[in-house]
Nanobody
Framework: QVQLVESGGGLVQPGGSLSLSCLAS????????MAWYRRPPGTERELVAR???????VYADSVKGRFTISRDNAKNTMYLQMNSLKSEDTAIYYC???WGRGWDSWGQGTQVTVSS
C-alpha cells in the first residue's frame, strides 16, 4: 500500500501563489508516476499535472506556465507550486500515485480557494 497526505492548501487572493506538498509513505519504492488532480465546485475531477519517476512532466493547458510540479524522491514528497492564481483554480486538490502493477492511491484532498 501507498499512503498519501497533502498539505499547503488555503485561501489566497487572485494573482497570488500557493505551494502544495504530498508526502508518500508505505511501499514508496514501487511508486511510478505521481500527479495532482483537482475538483472544482460542481464539476468532475481533472488532471492538473503529472510527473514520472524520471522527472518527465505533463500539464493541463489551463495551468501551463503558472504551475510547476516536482518531486523529491529522497523526501518521498511531491510538490505543486502555483503562481498567478485565478478564481477558476479554486478546487479541492488531490495527490495521486500509480504504483506496483497498476495500483492507484489517493490523498484525502486539500482545499484551495482563490478569492479577494
Amino acid at each position: 500500500q501507498v499512503q498519501l497526505v497533502e498539505s499547503g492548501g488555503g485561501l489566497v487572493q487572485p494573482g497570488g501563489s500557493l505551494s502544495l506538498s504530498c508526502l508518500a509513505s508505505g511501499r514508496i519504492f514501487s511508486i511510478n508516476t505521481m500527479a495532482w488532480y483537482r475538483r472544482p465546485p460542481g464539476t468532475e475531477r481533472e488532471l492538473v499535472a503529472r510527473i514520472t519517476s524520471g522527472g518527465n512532466t505533463v500539464y493541463a493547458d489551463s495551468v501551463k506556465g503558472r504551475f510547476t510540479i516536482s518531486r523529491d524522491n529522497a523526501k518521498n514528497t511531491m510538490y505543486l507550486q502555483m503562481n498567478s492564481l485565478k478564481s477558476e483554480d479554486t478546487a479541492i486538490y488531490y495527490c495521486n500515485a500509480e504504483w506496483g502493477r497498476g495500483w492507484d492511491s489517493w490523498g484525502q484532498g486539500t482545499q484551495v480557494t482563490v478569492s479577494s
